[in-house]
Nanobody, 125 residues
Framework: QVQLVESGGGLVQAGGSLKLSCAAS????????MGWFRQAPGKEREFVAV????????AYTDSVKGRFTISRDNAKNTVYLQMNSLKPEDTAVYYC??????????????????WGQGTQVTVSS
């Protein structure tokens, strides 16, 4: 079993930055692909970013490319999401997720096995 706990959310003005963290339990963190998803009110949970097991590869949804950076520290069992140049449309609950079914390019909710409880990010205009 893997337990994930997100932190770092909050209220920020448009153009500002936040860095989210996701701490994982267990001793096999490096064996998991880690992703970030977000869900705005009334919308489906959508893919934001994913990082490979070693941290050597990453991918992002088009709307956050150039603004968000996903990273991981396997020694600390933690994955991060650095969010810069935030926009009101980034407002959502952000969730981290873990999957280990094969390759690293996981962009669908169904490809992940473990989820955190989420952290609220609110961007005001």
């Amino acid at each position: 079993q893997v337990q994930l706990v997100e932190s770092g959310g909050g209220l920020v003005q448009a153009g500002g930055s936040l860095k989210l963290s996701c701490a994982a339990s267990g001793r096999t963190f490096s064996g998991y692909v880690m992703g970030w998803f977000r869900q705005a009110p009334g919308k489906e949970r959508e893919f934001v970013a994913v990082i490979s097991r070693s941290g050597s590869s990453a991918a992002y949804t088009d709307s956050v490319k150039g603004r968000f950076t996903i990273s991981r520290d396997n020694a600390k069992n933690t994955v991060y999401l650095q969010m810069n140049s935030l926009k009101p449309e980034d407002t959502a609950v952000y969730y981290c997720a873990a999957g280990n079914r094969g390759g690293w390019f996981l962009t669908a909710r169904t490809q992940y096995d473990y989820w955190g409880q989420g952290t609220q990010v609110t961007v005001s205009s």
